[in-house]
């Protein structure tokens, strides 16, 4: 459903992306896991066209996403950090971003399980740094989307939010969409995820199912078999 093709971004001397080759299907769960600064958040960046590749290309559906908007519609993103107009409330934000929008059909799932009805008066500013989480991720999901990119989705969630977010994930992948998700808490990608990318230095280190890990390590955690492949110095 995703390709990156021989990608390289620069910035300055830092090479972020040192060609980069990864596909992606639809109906899986992926998580890009990496250390800080290994250009995990460059690639979902050069996927939503946020930052534009110095060479290579993204494809969506067999088609080349460089220098065209249209796909976008296609991806819901949820990002590290969120930046909302401050004054606006809650109910406001979900109105406007259904203004801006085109959708077919609105997944209000999300939106019901996380209570937001109940906040909807209260404008962003005075929200807790988990609330935001909670709005970013409605609002990921909103649109019904055939790719979700979610970058940390459940830094900030408490245990119950965390919960209700990965059964939504789950959900989506086996409805047939693709998930791609960051995080350093690989504790919360365990039953989470289908498949790793493990970037270091802007280069992909390899790009595994699951499943496989587990054979190859004889580890079931995810944590664990990680720790493993760093043993090794990669598999
Ligand atoms: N706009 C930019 N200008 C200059 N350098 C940048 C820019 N964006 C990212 N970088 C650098 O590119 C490298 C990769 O950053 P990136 O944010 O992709 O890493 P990451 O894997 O997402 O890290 P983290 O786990 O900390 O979120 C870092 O060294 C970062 O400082």
Same mark, same amino acid.
């Given at each position: 459903m995703i390709r990156f093709t021989n990608i390289y971004k620069r910035f300055g001397r830092l090479q972020a992306l040192d060609n980069i080759n990864l596909s992606f299907p639809a109906s899986k769960s992926v998580a890009l896991i990496g250390p800080n600064g290994s250009g995990k958040t460059t690639l979902i960046k050069s996927l939503l066209g946020m930052v534009v590749p110095d060479k290579g290309d993204i494809t969506f559906k067999d088609s080349s996403?460089?220098?065209?908007?249209?796909?976008?519609?296609n991806i819901g993103y949820m990002p590290q950090i969120s930046s909302y107009p401050?004054? =606006? %409330?809650i109910s406001q934000v979900m109105e406007m971003m259904k203004d801006i929008r085109q959708y077919n059909?609105?997944?209000e799932d999300l939106v019901k399980a996380f209570k937001l009805p109940q906040l909807a008066?209260? &404008? =962003?500013? %005075?929200?807790?740094g988990g609330t935001r989480q909670k709005v970013s991720a409605c609002l990921a999901f909103l649109f019904n989307p055939e790719v979700l990119v979610l970058d940390? &989705? %459940?830094?900030?969630?408490?245990p119950v939010a965390s919960g209700i977010l990965q059964d939504k994930i789950l959900q989506e992948t086996k409805n047939g969409k693709l998930v791609l998700i960051t995080s350093h808490i690989l504790s919360e990608l365990d039953d989470l995820v289908d498949e790793v990318a493990y970037l270091q230095d802007g280069k992909v280190q390899f790009h595994k199912q699951v499943a496989a890990l587990q054979a190859e390590t004889g580890e079931q955690k995810l944590v664990r078999a990680m720790a493993r492949v760093m043993e090794n110095g990669g598999l």
């Open positions: 996403i460089l220098g065209s908007c249209d796909y976008r519609a401050e004054n =606006m %409330t059909k609105l997944d008066g209260k &404008p =962003m500013r %005075t929200l807790s940390e &989705p %459940t830094a900030g969630l408490d």
